[in-house]
């Protein structure tokens, strides 16, 4: 008989929050619309404190929010170990065409007919966790 194992989160600091984001390429664009959450996929890049994210949403749906958020993580099915983390803030579109067009070279996304959009959130909350065994 196999016994359960205990498993914990254990909060990161925001600079090892930084850290495990840099580190991961891949993530999920959250917010609200019509009182509902959508979550897409995305990818990301981090550069001078900002987050790059390019995702399939509309940029008409994404323009004029407050804040944005976005989550990445790195979970081991097996094991249940591995880290999240979620930063939110103020976002814009990427409207300028060239630099719209570097971005789009450097992140592989995916495309949802006219839906390819790139957005820079200015992080300004960040929490991070490790997934660990009790007692890890």
């Given at each position: 008989?196999?016994?359960p194992v205990s498993r914990r989160m254990v909060e990161v600091s925001g600079t090892e929050a930084l850290w495990l984001?840099?580190?991961a390429v891949q993530g999920r664009l959250v917010y609200v619309q019509r009182e509902s959450a959508v979550i897409r996929p995305a990818v990301h890049i981090l550069q001078y404190g900002?987050?790059?994210?390019?995702?399939?949403?509309?940029?008409?749906?994404l323009?004029?929010?407050?804040?944005?958020?976005y989550h990445a993580d790195e979970i081991r099915v097996a094991g249940g170990t591995g880290w999240t983390v979620t930063a939110s803030g103020?976002?814009?579109?990427?409207?300028?065409?060239?630099e719209a067009a570097h971005y789009?070279?450097?992140?592989?996304?995916?495309?949802h007919g006219p839906h390819d959009t790139l957005?820079?959130?200015h992080p300004q909350t960040m929490t991070g966790f490790r997934l660990a065994h009790e007692g890890a």
């Open positions: 008989m196999t016994v984001l840099e580190g900002r987050l790059i994210v390019r995702t399939p949403a509309q940029a008409a749906a323009s004029g929010r407050a804040s944005l958020t103020p976002a814009e579109v990427i409207t300028d065409p060239d789009r070279r450097t992140l592989p996304g995916w495309a957005v820079r959130i």
